[in-house]
């Protein structure tokens, strides 16, 4: 049975061919880009299942290739594991709050390198988060339409811009109204158990959603001492 087709991206030769060479030898299909512009060009044109994403490309670099492809239509499931140096925290950061799933530090082992691509695919299958379909259906939360397919959510009939974590928070509590959620459950049911942000990182992200949401805001109930509520 096919593996799943990886694409890497990174500007360095070596690096792309030892990635090449160990998700190869595991039997996955893999496509190489040099530049965030061909890796842009390479999912629209081939929908690859993951892709391994070096932050510092020359150009446009990795946190505008991942702010891009979670505002892309079709695309924005896409699981993404970022390739970083020491020295990036701030933009480990803001990788993750855009929508990366997960990061490994250079230089890097093969081998950790597997386990987190193989972890993340896991993780997406079990939250059944498959490629997107455009015929999905929308759900349809009293005056809230949201479209997973589409990445999008209409208040109103309005459209509503928010970034990957909020729409997958608005989603994820919208689909068991009633439901109570605890922090660390939100955070593992969006991210995986080893996400590294501190379970209190969703309450900034609860107050950006409610703000975006406007009169609907206040549906997303705080159960002291528990967590969320999404009410109906």
């Not at 060009?41 to 946190?63: A, F, N």
Request: aromatic share 6%; glycine share 10%.
């Amino acid at each position: 049975m096919a593996k799943e087709d990886i694409l890497v991206v990174d500007d360095e030769e070596d690096i792309l061919e030892l990635i090449r060479y160990h998700l190869s030898r595991e039997g996955y299909g893999v496509l190489l880009a040099g530049s965030g512009e061909e890796a842009l060009r390479l999912v629209r044109d081939h929908s690859p299942d993951l892709m391994v994403l070096d932050l510092m490309l020359p150009g446009v670099d990795g946190l505008e290739v991942t702010r891009r492809i979670r505002r892309q239509p079709g695309d924005s499931s896409l699981p993404i594991v970022m390739l970083t140096a020491k020295g990036e925290e701030a933009d480990v950061v803001t990788g993750l709050e855009l929508g990366a799933d997960d990061y490994v530090t250079k230089p890097f082992s093969p081998r950790i390198l597997l386990a987190r691509i193989r972890s993340v695919l896991r993780r997406r299958k079990l939250l059944g988060v498959e490629k997107p379909d455009e015929g999905e259906k929308a759900l349809d939360a009293g005056g809230l339409l949201i479209h997973p397919g589409r990445h999008e959510v209409l208040a109103e009939g309005e459209s509503l811009s928010l970034t990957w974590s909020e729409f997958q928070i608005l989603h994820f509590l919208a689909r068991r109204p009633g439901w109570v959620f605890t922090r660390t459950q939100i955070v593992d049911a969006i991210h995986g158990d080893d996400y590294p942000v501190t379970d209190r990182s969703v309450d900034v992200q609860i107050v950006g959603l409610r703000k975006k949401l406007g009169v609907h805001g206040k549906r997303i109930e705080t159960v002291r001492g528990v967590g969320y509520r999404f009410r109906k």
